[in-house]
């Protein structure tokens, strides 16, 4: 399965529902964050990944399918490839250097 056919679906499925008023950018960037503060619940109280359990992990994966669910839909709205986007940020992000420091 595409990209595109993954957000072909998403669209149907907010469509088939009447949710387009509520998908503007503010909207869906308020969602998006609610589902990204979901995923950093699952990690709270845990020192390591290595904490996780089967049941963490799994209710990992369909967080990160509701934060993937509302960039789509972001992407959709603004009319540009997440691929692409990501490729973009990517070649600026290598052209960056980065300092470290240990302490």
Known sequence: MTTQ???DDLIKFRNDRGWQEFHTLIGLSRA???EAS???KIFLWKKSDNDLSEEDKNALKFELADV???AFYMCEK???DPNQI???KLAKNKQR???FEEK
């Open 5 to 7: 056919e993954v957000i």
């Open 32 to 34: 998006l964050g609610i």
């Open 38 to 40: 979901e995923v950093e």
């Open 68 to 70: 993937l669910t509302y």
């Open 78 to 80: 603004l009319n540009v």
């Open 86 to 88: 990501v490729e973009e």
């Open 97 to 99: 250097h980065w300092k």
